[in-house]
T-cell receptor
Framework: AQTVTQSQPEMSVQEAETVTLSCTYD???????LFWYKQPPSRQMILVIR??????QNATENRFSVNFQKAAKSFSLKISDSQLGDAAMYFC??????????????FGQGTILTVHP | EAQVTQNPRYLITVTGKKLTVTCSQN?????MSWYRQDPGLGLRQIYY???????DKGDVPEGYKVSRKEKRNFPLILESPSPNQTSLYFC????????????FGPGTRLTVT
């Protein structure tokens, strides 16, 4: 079964600095996607960035980028030039695209990010 | 506007009083699912549906029921709520062949006393 682990329950960063959130996962699939979701105080789940496993290049969306290490099954999120609006809970997630759990998103435990002015 | 809606957004109820949380999507998605979010556990899937009249259990189905009579709606039913079902609930939907593009509802905060 797929598992997703976020080992940092909380992280903090100074405004304008860079922070990296960690995620590791386990899967027997060779082709898959990985996601980072942001959950601000409004509780809405917002997709931040998506990585396709067959792509060598790490995904980037403005100030957000990932470090995808397929062999190590590691998928970290880097937030550059942190802003107060980045403060939120961040979840790493793996979508099951086959088998009996088709379509299920497996989530990590979440990391609370605090941004200090 | 493409969206997933949930109602109610907040609900406080008492043990044993049946309740339904509605979920509706306007994107003609085949796949719909329910998750619950609890501190330190992330989101866990309760039930899912791959199309009308096709539903199946997720990881934590105990105490919940669902139905899928129409493509757009996927209500979550708690026939006898208990305090351990106090949680934040999310509905999500996607096209069946694109499980990597899921849309989430705004969440329903349920408290059972």
């Amino acid at each position: 079964a797929q598992t997703v682990t976020q080992s940092q329950p909380e992280m903090s960063v100074q405004e304008a600095e860079t922070v990296t959130l960690s995620c590791t996962y386990d899967t027997s699939e060779s082709d898959y996607y990985l996601f980072w979701y942001k959950q601000p105080p409004s509780r809405q789940m917002i997709l931040v960035i998506r990585q396709e496993a067959y792509k060598q290049q790490n995904a980037t969306e403005n100030r957000f980028s990932v470090n995808f290490q397929k062999a190590a099954k590691s998928f970290s999120l880097k937030i550059s030039d942190s802003q107060l609006g980045d403060a939120a809970m961040y979840f790493c997630a793996y979508p099951n695209a086959g088998g009996t759990s088709y379509g299920k998103l497996t989530f990590g435990q979440g990391t609370i990010l605090t941004v200090h002015p | 506007e493409a969206q997933v809606t949930q109602n109610p957004r907040y609900l406080i109820t008492v043990t044993g009083k049946k309740l339904t949380v509605t979920c509706s999507q306007n994107m003609n998605h085949e796949y719909m699912s329910w998750y619950r979010q609890d501190p330190g556990l992330g989101l866990r899937q309760i039930y899912y549906s791959m199309n009308v009249e096709v539903t199946d259990k997720g990881d934590v189905p105990e105490g919940y029921k669902v139905s899928r009579k129409e493509k757009r709606n996927f209500p979550l039913i708690l026939e006898s709520p208990s305090p351990n079902q106090t949680s934040l609930y999310f509905c999500a939907s996607s096209f069946l062949d694109r499980p990597y593009e899921q849309y989430f509802g705004p969440g329903t905060r349920l408290t059972v006393t």
